[in-house]
């Protein structure tokens, strides 16, 4: 069943694109390690691997952003070396950001204009684009500019922009991370039909199901390397994983015997109106959370996690204190510090800048979140022996790999500081932990143990909110999830209710039924 | 009359040297440059400007001589804040120092010099115009010359590709990069630009404002052109409003001292400075998203290969 190579359905003819033996070296590290892949029309090629197993870098050099150290791309059967991005569109290379190539200053029809060689007029240009997203049904008004678009928005004009120079071959850098599974079906639907035009689309994702569905052929890397080439129709998403990994990826457990107590964090009623021009209202939120439990709050980003995630942790306060009740004490005005010292610990989105201060040392973070309630701080003065232990403590524990024994954080891998932030919080036994997308950007090994150690902390009865856009994530181990649109936050489902069509709904902002709706506006 | 006109005359020459300075740092600045190196570039400018003009007896040539000057210097910012990704704001600052050191070692042999300043139209008839005809048509040509400057950037920023991709690499430059453009490429050819017109700036001082040379002759103007680009809020159109404003408040203090006005004249050179932290504080209250300076502004960027 191993290795059925597409090669042998396409005799005769070359591949669209090839590589043979591409390598990139960054100094000792071989980020690509001679890599052969061949693309072919009609094709949807995923491309699968860890973060840091070199995907990223390969289609960087396919595209032209850089340039391979050794080995050679043949585009059409013909070896060619290209000069730049620009090269590689005009011979029908398409490229579709993981993080958006946009320009939030711009409108719409400046950032395609960017795009594109600038042979035709800007007017006629305004108009190709009109007809493009119409052809393809990905909607957008070329006037408005980027800051003002959802994020579905801006991966369709990243799309379009593609779309617009007819590409051959277009390349999406895991496209669906942050859509909603409605409109990674549209997406889906649009790719099928480019697939059918003859084009060939390389595809990356995280996402195994994703990939199964929709893709013709995988190739996985690992460690700079190809493991293989197959058809991932044939494969179970738990052997495409173990390929990517190597190995077993640890199977996350949820312990039995959870005791569900008493409530150790109540939301009543929190309305705040947003800091930002552009931030999100948050309106009546409620909610409670008992001991050994884990909510999970899906949605789409940008609808009132952050504000909810501020307003929890004491980054925002709340002018009645009843609004946010933690270990019963009502803490809505109570400021960060004070809310650790009720046994509450907090995990944000952004890891350097929010979680950790980048250029500070790892002990010297956890002092940053520690200091209060974690006896690092002796007649204030620091306690370095203190906070050193809880570095190595973390380091042990949650498996934190780093080059030596305190670093500074910028230094460490996502996942790897993601750990040590997690790590750094569970160590101090909270009573309630709130966090906030806590796998996004980390490789499948380091997910795992994030996400058991969550589930160990709920264990041991903690209140565990968990803050998410990964789906997968939430089933695995929240009891019920709860969906955010519009700074609202849904009744929650238990998880076993919360299928993802009826969270796709809610993310999208209906409501499961007729009944609920007019229950929300009575309420 | 003859006073009115006299100081909408005085107005415009004050305002010539801001308009055409802050007009090259709007184009560095929204390329995403931030290069605080106005004020050592303009006095450098002035120097050579006058020295180029005293040696040749040509003010044009002299006026060449201080664009390259300004340009000199601004590669000099260049090389360091964009080849070697030192930070912006220490590199301009210590631009500004060394501009103010090397004038007045280039400008030492000719202090106390006097020139033939640069010549004023005239168009027999409509310069005799009563009250518009010298201020309409009765300019030396660095006035035209600065108009037509802006007028040419704002065309350049908004009608055509290039200006299209400048803006690209003053809004991310990580997007800029990612879709092929040469990010430091661009920013030192706007960094280039924002030191010629320093230059030229600069040069106007002693070719056609004061006929001589006087080190530190530009007195802060350079200071004064950074704000304008912020008051402009780094569009062309408000930079010849604010530029005509400042320039009208520098003159207006010279006139409120000769009328006995009871305004301290600290106050006065002060107003520029106060103008613009106002006008920030209207543009970040009025602002519903997005950003008005350029997003890039004055951070490092180092592409990766």
């Given amino acids: ?523 | 009359m003859e006073l009115v006109e006299a100081i909408v005359l005085s107005v415009l020459a004050a305002s010539t040297p801001l308009l055409i300075a802050a007009t090259g740092e709007l184009v560095t600045e929204r390329s995403g440059v931030l290069n605080l190196g106005v004020e050592g570039m303009m006095i450098v400018g002035a120097a050579c400007g006058f020295g180029g003009a005293w040696l040749t007896g040509s003010i044009f040539i002299g006026a060449l001589f201080g664009i390259v000057a300004g340009t000199l210097m601004s590669l000099i910012f260049a090389l360091m804040a964009l080849g070697l990704a030192v930070n912006q704001v220490a590199t301009g600052l210590a631009l500004t120092i060394l501009g103010v050191g090397l004038s007045g070692l280039i400008g030492a042999g000719f202090v106390g010099e006097r020139l033939t300043p640069a010549a004023q139209l005239y168009i027999p008839g409509l310069t005799d115009i009563p009250l518009i005809g010298r201020v309409l048509f009765g300019e030396d040509a660095f006035v035209y010359f600065s108009i037509a400057l802006i007028i040419g950037v704002w065309w350049f920023l908004y009608r055509t590709r290039a200006g299209l991709i400048l803006r690209a690499c003053g809004d991310n430059h990580v997007s800029a990069h990612a879709l092929g453009y040469p990010v430091l490429r661009i920013r030192t050819f706007a960094v280039m630009f924002g030191g010629a017109c320093a230059g030229l700036a600069g040069a106007y001082l002693p070719l056609a404002y004061t006929p001589f040379f006087i080190p530190g002759m530009t007195a802060g103007r350079g200071w004064i052109a950074l704000a304008l680009v912020v008051f402009a809020s780094w569009r062309p159109g408000r930079l010849v409003v604010g530029a005509y404003l400042f320039g009208a408040v520098t003159i207006l203090q010279l006139h409120a001292q000769g009328w006995g006005v009871g305004i301290p004249s600290q106050f006065m050179s002060a107003l520029p400075y106060l103008a613009t932290v106002i006008v920030l504080v209207l543009l970040s209250r009025a602002r519903t998203g997005g950003s008005t300076a350029p997003a890039a502004l004055g951070t490092v960027f180092v592409p990766d290969r």
């Fill in chain 1, 1 to 523: 069943m191993l290795d059925p190579t597409p090669n042998g359905l396409h005799s005769g003819e070359s591949p669209l694109l090839r590589t043979v033996g591409l390598t990139k070296r960054y100094g000792d590290f071989l980020a690509n390690d001679s890599i052969d892949i061949d693309i072919w029309p009609n094709e949807i090629h995923a491309l699968l691997g860890e973060n840091g197993a070199g995907k990223s870098t390969l289609v960087k050099a396919i595209y032209g952003l850089i340039q391979p150290s050794a080995g050679e791309i043949h585009w059409q059967g013909e070896r060619i070396v290209l000069s730049g991005p620009a090269e590689a569109r005009s011979r029908g290379i398409g490229m579709v950001f993981q993080h958006f190539s946009l320009f939030d200053n711009l409108t719409v029809a400046e950032n395609v204009a960017l795009g594109l060689d600038g042979k035709e007029s800007f007017k006629d240009m305004s108009a190709r684009l009109e007809l493009v997203s119409k052809t393809y049904g990905l909607p957008l008004d070329p006037r408005r500019e980027v800051w003002q678009l959802s994020v579905g928005e801006r991966q369709r004009i990243e799309i379009v922009r593609a779309l617009m120079q007819d590409p051959k071959f277009l390349i999406l850098d895991e496209p669906t991370a942050v859509l909603t599974p409605q409109e990674a079906d549209q997406l889906f639907v649009v790719l099928e039909r480019l697939k059918a035009e003859g084009r060939a689309i390389l595809y990356i994702s995280h996402k195994l199901e994703e990939v199964k569905r929709l893709c013709d052929t995988a190739t996985i890397l690992r460690g700079g390397q190809k493991v293989q080439t197959c058809n991932p129709r044939l494969e179970t998403a738990a052997s495409l994983a173990r390929m990517m990994v190597g190995g077993e990826i640890r199977e996350v457990k949820s312990a039995a015997g959870r005791h569900t107590t008493i409530p150790r964090l109540v939301v009543n009623d929190l309305t705040l109106a947003p800091d930002e021009a552009h931030g999100v209202r948050l309106e009546h939120i409620s909610f409670e959370l008992k001991g050994g439990e884990i909510l999970g709050i899906a949605g789409v980003a940008g609808n009132g996690q952050d504000e909810l995630f501020a307003a929890l942790s004491g980054e925002r306060l709340s002018k009645d204190p009843g609004t946010v009740v933690i270990e019963g004490i009502a803490a809505g005005h109570l400021s960060i510090t004070k809310r650790r010292k009720l046994g509450a610990a907090f995990v944000p989105e952004e890891r350097l800048g929010h979680g950790t201060a980048p250029r500070m040392k790892l002990s010297e973070n956890a002092l940053l979140t520690g200091h209060a309630a974690s006896g690092m701080v002796n007649h204030g003065f620091i306690d370095t022996a203190a906070t050193l232990k809880t570095v190595d403590k973390a380091t042990e524990t949650f498996d934190v790999r780093k080059a030596k024994r305190d670093p500074e954080a910028a230094s460490l891998s996502g996942g790897n500081l993601q750990k040590f932030i997690v790590g750094r919080e569970i160590l101090r036994n909270p009573a309630v932990l709130v966090v906030s997308q806590p796998t996004w950007g980390v490789d499948a090994g380091a997910a795992a143990v994030i996400r058991q150690a969550l589930l160990d902390l709920a264990a041991s009865g903690a209140a565990v909110l968990v803050t998410s856009q990964d789906l997968d994530e939430l089933a695995e181990i929240a009891d019920r999830i709860a969906v955010m649109f519009h700074g609202r936050l849904s009744a929650p489902l238990t998880a076993s209710e919360a299928t993802r069509e009826k969270l796709g709904l809610l993310m999208g902002g209906s409501s499961l039924e007729p009944k609920e709706a007019a229950h929300a506006v009575g309420a």
